[in-house]
């Protein structure tokens, strides 16, 4: 059973920074994508951004590009998302996802990933 465990989440000031985690088991295959996506009430779900476990091809949204970082520890079994420059647009609940399978590209669709962590919130307020 595939099992995703995200921390790291809290308030932070607009342009300060947070580090977002997700540790991951379960997983039977050495082909996997992993990813964060975001979601406000009543909104659909955002891909934010994807890395390929093997080979560590990315993804990332257009409204993150340039400020979020997401990286892969092999032997930790985690998936880390630095988020710098952070908005106020950037507050919502983040999830982590994974999926076998799949190039990092299939991040903008949420839809197409199966196994979920339970989220973190981020709230950017000063």
């Known amino acids: 059973q595939v099992q995703l465990v995200e921390s790291g989440g809290g308030l932070v000031q607009p342009g300060g920074s947070l580090r977002l985690s997700c540790t991951h088991s379960?997983?039977?295959?050495?082909?996997?994508?992993i990813g964060w996506f975001r979601q406000a009430p009543g909104k659909k779900r955002e891909g934010v951004s994807c890395i390929n476990f093997s080979d560590g091809a990315t993804y990332y949204s257009d409204s993150v590009k340039g400020r979020f970082t997401i990286s892969r520890d092999n032997a930790g079994n985690a998936v880390y998302l630095q988020m710098n420059s952070v908005e106020v647009e950037d507050t919502d609940d983040y999830y982590c996802a994974a999926e076998v399978g799949v190039r990092p590209y299939v991040c903008s669709d949420a839809a197409l990933f199966y196994n979920w962590g339970q989220g973190t919130q981020v709230t950017v307020s000063s």
């Open positions: 379960g997983i039977a295959s050495d082909y996997y994508t």
